[in-house]
């Protein structure tokens, strides 16, 4: 009988596309994401946060479009398959790790570029007027608890996306009605993450 492998997470990225190009001339990129869930302690009653961090290996066109428009702390959702990799470290231990080799990525609202309302070339079509589920292009079930979070998650981005062309377009109003116009660009708070990876990262990439 024939498995069933797909997975699909949104969170934000960890650090910089790792871009490579191999001797075949094929392209590839690695994106470490963070996706977190909370959830309430039963003993304490608190909400705690729970963060899972994977890494991402991107081919072909997709890899290119990634180098080009994503960095650090920028949201995605991603669609692929999960990968287990074996290899041994230089002192001959035996190591292993599980990635996912993405089929698919939808840039969501995270990052400073949309923030300031430019259009992301690689989107394949325009949040403004389309729920959530027809702009991943995935068929969700509001029923399933995992995939209601998945839409809720995908609208609010939707959401963050409309607010800031607005909120640009009313700063493009008041410039222009302004008699002097200040040169200095709007600095951007960058997305730090706290917590870290517990292991480092000893693939060969």
Known sequence: MAGFNRV???????RDPEYRQLASGQAVCRLGLATNRQFKNRQT??????VCYIDIDVWG???????????????????GRLKFDT????????????SIVADRIVFLSSSAETMDGQDNPT?????????????????LDPTNETERELIEQLERAKTKVQAAKVDKKKKELKTESDITVSKEEPTMGEINFKDEPPFADDLPF
Do not use: F
């Open 8 to 14: 699909i997470l949104v969170g934000n990225l960890t």
């Open 45 to 50: 009653g608190t909400l705690v946060q729970e």
């Open 61 to 79: 066109a997709q890899a290119e479009s990634c180098r080009q428009y994503l960095s650090k702390g920028r949201a995605v959702l991603v669609e």
């Open 87 to 98: 290899w041994e470290d230089p002192t001959g231990q035996k190591r292993s790790k599980h």
């Open 123 to 139: 989107m394949s079509r325009s949040m403004d007027n389309q729920p959530a589920q027809q702009e991943t292009g995935l068929q």
